[in-house]
């Protein structure tokens, strides 16, 4: 189920919250545990089960951790890489089995047979949530946590399930058992839903759509292959960061109060603050969790220089089961290796050709993330740097760019903070009133588009 269908706004939420608030405060944690467990397993019922044994897996380990912290450290230590290895195990034969059993299988003489497991839905995004808690439990960043429904509940909570923010433990422990909930704080929530809802559905799957055209050309011309990068560089990010809107929505119609995700990356002058505002919760996951454990920038250039290597490798690989993501991983670390040695204080001194640069970065990098196989990344880089053979731009093309420039323009201006501060410079008076207008007419143009269009993908579903 995904928040941007007809089912979860009209069928699911409307019953979620509806007996959520007026069931007795002592019983809505319970009441959320069951419904995030419907929600979850409502495309593939038996990964209800692993759920299940993932919380169950940290839970206990996580009170074991806290009861022998302060009297023996090394055996608490051992109970956390313990923990570290279920939890990475299952993700690694879930998620990667078959990648590796196919690479294996290249070697002469050895066959290792695929399982052609389904992925279970959002497995990268609450293993990362769960291994965070007995980290700091056992790092005395968090008390534990004894109530197993609240833990439960925490780990399976709908709204940042299957595509985050990935929400740390420490981050939301106090919320977990008393929640201030107001009419003021839902009301923001339905807004900051509403805003991403139309990301999502306004924004990203219509410009989706001019991707997928592009992309399918039998040849591809210099303006095509960019259209098409640049449609997909603004999809990816609208559907993405639209959703995080929802989720963060969502958190709030129930009283939590999750932190951003995404911080207008687009606006970036290199390619460093462009991963400082993009998919926020990862970044700081890969800075606590296994950055600064490395070591950081605390020994020296090249041992910093060799971590941010091995977390891009790794944040590469964390985000799909195909050799192009650590090639993904790798090419950003070596724009961010450059930057560190190099080219950011240059690129501080001149901050128009430091955006540029940062845009011809990600969109390039973008096509590495979609892309399946190194030939079709090859053929669509030829393409875009002019040796593609097909020439600079076609009839297509034109019709295309056409077609589509209203969406395009709506798109790129969204993904600027400009709309955003010209609607805060008008008077609270006015916007008192212009803003349930204006939510009521995007919920019922994003409903409109939900029950005519066929085409709704969500690209971080896979993850």
Avoid at 65 to 86: F, G, H, M, P, Y
Avoid at 257 to 263: G, I, K, V
Avoid at 298 to 319: C, F, K, S, Y
Avoid at 411 to 438: D, E, F, G, M
Wanted: proline share 4%; charged share 15%.
């Amino acid at each position: 189920m995904v928040f941007s269908s007809i089912v979860f706004l009209f069928l699911y939420l409307p019953v979620v919250l509806g007996v959520y608030y007026i069931a007795p405060v002592r019983y809505r944690n319970l009441w959320l545990f069951l419904v995030n467990l419907v929600f979850y397993g409502w495309g593939e019922p038996v990964y209800i089960l692993l759920m299940l044994f993932s919380i169950c897996v940290n839970y206990f380990n996580g009170r074991w951790i806290a009861r022998v912290r302060e009297e023996n450290k090394k055996k608490a230590k051992a109970v956390l890489a313990l923990n570290t290895a279920i939890n990475l195990g299952l993700l690694l034969f879930f998620k990667y089995f078959d990648l590796i059993a196919e690479t294996v299988s290249r070697i002469p003489g050895v066959s290792v047979p695929t399982l052609g497991l389904t992925l279970p839905i959002g497995i990268s995004f609450y293993t990362f949530q769960t291994m965070s808690y007995p980290i700091d439990v056992y790092r005395g960043d968090a008390k534990v946590q004894k109530n197993f429904i609240r833990f439960g509940m925490f780990v399976a909570l709908f709204p940042q399930l299957i595509a985050g923010p990935i929400v740390r433990y420490k981050d939301i422990s106090d919320q977990l058992g008393e929640r201030m909930g107001s009419t003021e704080q839902f009301a923001r929530g339905v807004e900051r839903f509403t805003v991403g809802l139309a990301k999502k559905v306004l924004i990203a799957n219509n410009i989706g759509a001019l991707w997928d055209a592009c992309s399918s050309a039998s040849s591809l011309t210099v303006a095509g292959a960019w259209l098409g990068a640049l449609a997909f560089s603004l999809q990816l990010y609208f559907d993405f960061s639209g959703y995080s809107d929802m989720a963060i929505g969502l958190g709030r119609m129930l009283g939590f109060e999750f932190r951003e995700n995404f911080n207008y990356p687009y606006i970036s002058r290199s390619v460093t603050e462009f991963w400082r505002r993009w998919h926020i919760s990862l970044g700081t996951w890969f800075r606590d969790y296994l950055y600064i454990p490395l070591g950081g920038n605390r020994r020296g250039l090249p041992r910093q220089l060799l971590n941010i290597l091995i977390v891009w490798a790794l944040t590469g690989l964390w985000h799909g089961a195909n050799w192009t993501f650590l090639l993904w991983g790798l090419y950003y670390a070596a724009f961010l290796l450059l930057e560190k040695v190099l080219l950011l204080k240059p690129l501080e001194k001149v901050p128009v050709l430091g955006h540029i640069y940062t845009l011809l970065v990600a969109v390039s990098g973008w096509m590495i993330f979609q892309l399946d196989s190194l030939k079709e990344l090859w053929r669509y880089w030829k393409a875009m740097y002019g040796f593609g053979g097909a020439g600079l731009i076609n009839e297509s093309d034109l019709f295309l760019g056409r077609s589509y420039l209203p969406v395009l323009l709506v798109a790129a201006i969204a993904a600027t903070p400009l709309l955003k501060n010209l609607y805060s410079r008008i008077s609270p008076r006015i916007r008192a009133v212009a803003t349930p207008v204006l939510i009521a007419l995007v919920l019922v143009a994003s409903t409109a588009y939900l029950v005519d269009a066929t085409y709704n993908p969500f690209l971080y579903f896979r993850f």
